[in-house]
T-cell receptor, first 114, second 111 residues
Framework: DVKVTQSSRYLVKRTGEKVFLECVQD?????MFWYRQDPGLGLRLIYF???????EKGDIPEGYSVSREKKERFSLILESASTNQTSMYLC?????????????FGPGTRLTVL | ELKVEQNPLFLSMQEGKNYTIYCNYS?????LYWYRQDPGKSLESLFV?????AVKQEGRLMASLDTKARLSTLHITAAVHDLSATYFC???????????FGEGTQLTVNP
């Protein structure tokens, strides 16, 4: 089974802190994604990556950066956390060149910024 | 820009009834996915539909895809309480691996 894990289920940070959210997948997937989910707004893509050291902006990249130094790990970084970044963050991965490119999701990190 | 719309957004059903959730999308695609999300949990893949006319069934849920109409349906047969969840459809872009998600349909099945 595909397994996507995220470093924390719940996280509380203060405004201005630098925050790291980690995501690891164990199925050798090329593609990895970071979404945030907010009530009434659905899932919105923040950043994604097709390969190691490659990154692409999604629909709402402002205030975020990412790092992909190893194939299995994709990190989301909030350089200076703000209260409007309080949200559920979901990581996903998918295989390239496989029919369907189905995305598999991690359990999510609920981040609260005070 | 690809847009995906689901309706209804909220659905309250009685056990034993049938209903359909609709997913419309704005540009050409032949990849459509249905996910389920329980409260406080992540998304679980339900169906992957990859061609016009594709139909897949699992238990009381059946999903279909009409790429000409840019429409997918998720049909619920004889609903049971365990089906209460939020259901998302997601559409794949014509190139690349990005998905665009609908707003989700919050389904509540009442005894």
């Amino acid at each position: 089974d595909v397994k996507v894990t995220q470093s924390s289920r719940y996280l509380v940070k203060r405004t201005g802190e630098k925050v790291f959210l980690e995501c690891v997948q164990d199925m050798d997937h090329e593609n990895m994604f970071w979404y945030r989910q907010d009530p009434g707004l659905g899932l919105r893509l923040i950043y994604f990556s097709y390969d190691v050291k490659m990154k692409e902006k999604g629909d709402i990249p402002e205030g975020y950066s990412v790092s992909r130094e190893k194939k299995e790990r994709f990190s989301l970084i909030l350089e200076s956390a703000s209260t409007n970044q309080t949200s559920m963050y979901l990581c996903a991965s998918s295989a390239a060149g496989v029919e369907g490119n189905e995305q598999f999701f991690g359990p999510g990190t609920r981040l609260t910024v005070l | 820009e690809l847009k995906v719309e689901q309706n209804p957004l909220f659905l309250s059903m009685q056990e034993g009834k049938n209903y359909t959730i609709y997913c419309n999308y704005s540009t050409t695609s032949d990849r459509l996915y249905w996910y389920r999300q329980d409260p406080g949990k992540s998304l679980e893949s339900l169906f992957v539909l990859l061609s016009n006319g594709a139909v897949k069934q699992e238990g009381r849920l059946m999903a279909s895809l009409d790429t000409k109409a840019r429409l997918s349906t998720l049909h619920i047969t004889a609903a049971v309480h365990d089906l209460s969840a939020t259901y998302f459809c997601a559409v794949g872009e014509t190139s690349g691996s990005r998905l665009t998600f609908g707003e989700g349909t919050q389904l509540t099945v009442n005894p």
